[in-house]
């Protein structure tokens, strides 16, 4: 079967026409995805569980406001942190091999390891004593907020790149704004 367009009548093409193109030409959706009431059902799930849950943190926050103590003995401290670094050390180890093998997926344990780094920061800082308040100030600016922002940085330039690549997105929406191209 001979091909309708040619190499110079593709070049010609305006974007948006070559957009137009690649749209009718891909692989039709129902091959690869779910239905699409399933999908729209777990859009509706994820995003009332969402927004639930944060109009039920609120009165939450203010609760715990005004009725935490100052201070608090905490069971199982040693097993909290190294759990959360031990965590940490998964999330930047996966960044690092994902990143090394140039894997899209990095994306997601950087942004992860950034948040990560920051909640460190924070809880070294929140719960150091006073003579150890230098120390934890010290380490999260000079070291975790930093790498945090190097982690989610990336990973959003990353992101802003494939969807500045992707030959349906439209190069003049910007990328806080491009809608799933379902």
């Known amino acids: 079967m001979a091909i309708g367009l040619t190499d110079t009548q593709i070049e010609q093409m305006s974007p948006q026409d070559r957009r137009d193109l690649i749209r009718r030409l891909r692989v039709l959706p129902e091959l690869r995805l779910p239905p699409p009431h399933v999908i729209a059902r777990l859009r509706l799930v994820r995003l009332t569980l969402m927004v639930g849950g944060s109009v039920a943190l609120i009165p939450w926050i203010v609760f715990l406001a005004l009725t935490l103590p100052d201070n608090y003995q905490a069971r199982n401290w040693p097993g909290t942190w190294v759990g959360f670094d031990l965590l940490l050390v998964v999330m930047m ?8 093998r140039r894997r899209q997926l990095v994306m997601l344990p950087a942004f ?13 800082i929140m719960t150091a004593e006073p003579d150890d308040m230098w120390l934890s100030v010290l380490t999260g600016l000079g070291a975790e907020v930093p790498l945090a922002v190097l982690q989610i940085a990336g990973a959003l330039a990353l992101f802003r790149f494939t969807m500045l690549a992707h030959p349906l997105a439209d190069p003049s929406v910007s990328v806080w704004r491009q809608r799933f191209q379902i």
């Open 93 to 100: 180890a996966s960044t690092a091999y994902l990143g090394w």
């Open 112 to 124: 992860g390891s950034g948040l990560l780094l920051l909640a460190d920061a924070w809880f070294d």
